[in-house]
């Protein structure tokens, strides 16, 4: 059974930072690339990130540049995400999620529960 626990979430203040982890279990998770989305409180679900299979690739939404950093270690099965300058903006529940490749399409088949970040002073 797949499972994908993330952790890490909390208060912060604006301009602090945080550092989100996603256990996975369940399934070869160096064989997967894997994501970081969001959803803010009355919205949808917005894109964070992505690191490929072996860490060679990783990419970020725009607004995330240069504050967040995604990585992995296929030793632990561990997805992380460390999270600087937090806005308040930035405020949601964050889902990571198993990435699958379809063609020259991507898709999320397993997601955790997810973890609520709130930047508020």
């Known amino acids: 059974e797949v499972q994908l626990v993330e952790s890490g979430g909390g208060l912060v203040q604006p301009g602090g930072s945080l550092r989100l982890s996603c256990a996975a279990s369940g399934f070869t998770f160096d064989d997967y690339a894997m994501s970081w989305v969001r959803q803010a409180p009355g919205k949808g679900l917005e894109w964070v990130s992505f690191?490929?299979?072996?860490?060679?690739?990783?990419y970020y939404a725009e607004s995330m540049k240069g504050r967040f950093t995604v990585s992995r270690d296929n030793a632990k099965n561990t997805l992380s995400l460390q999270m600087n300058s937090l806005k308040s903006e930035d405020t949601a529940v964050y889902y990571c999620?198993?990435?699958?490749?379809?063609?020259?399409?991507?898709?999320?088949?397993?997601w955790g529960q997810g973890t609520q970040v709130t930047v508020s002073s």
């Open positions: 999620a198993k990435t699958v490749r379809l063609g020259n399409s991507w898709y999320y088949d397993y």
């Open positions: 690191i490929s299979w072996d860490k060679g690739s990783t």
